[in-house]
Nanobody, 128 residues
Framework: QVQLVESGGGLVQAGGSLRLPCAASRFSFKDNVMGWFRQAPGKQREFVAAIDGSGDTAYADSVKGRFAVSGDNSKNMVWLQMNSLKPEDTATYYC??????????????????????WGQGTQVTVST
């Protein structure tokens, strides 16, 4: 069974940084896509960033220029580096994995429904 485990969350002051790792087991990142989503209380889960095994990335407009997603195929791991954090970045952050069923699929999707596997989430709280 595929397992995704996030860590690295915590409390940080506005303007600070955090780095969230996600480790995947029984899942080949090299041929698929891994992404980060977040969900604040009372809000829908939203896309943050994603990366495929070749290094193609996608970002939400709200984090572009502040967050960076990276991955290591050999370790089946991805990281979300979050800089210049704002109080509105406060949320539970989830790692997710999308299976590419076709070698012609090169998309790096942003929709929640595209991702089949999910981690348990890690809380990020940004104080003023």
């Amino acid at each position: 069974q595929v397992q995704l485990v996030e860590s690295g969350g915590g409390l940080v002051q506005a303007g600070g940084s955090l780095r969230l790792p996600c480790a995947a087991s029984r899942f080949s990142f090299k041929d698929n896509v891994m992404g980060w989503f977040r969900q604040a209380p009372g809000k829908q889960r939203e896309f943050v960033a994603a990366i495929d095994g070749s290094g193609d990335t996608a970002y939400a407009d709200s984090v572009k220029g502040r967050f960076a997603v990276s991955g290591d195929n050999s370790k089946n791991m991805v990281w979300l580096q979050m800089n210049s954090l704002k109080p509105e970045d406060t949320a539970t952050y989830y790692c997710a994995a999308k299976v590419r069923w076709s070698r012609f699929d090169i998309s790096v999707p942003r929709r929640v429904a595209e991702y089949r596997y999910w981690g348990q989430g890690t809380q990020v709280t940004v104080s003023t």
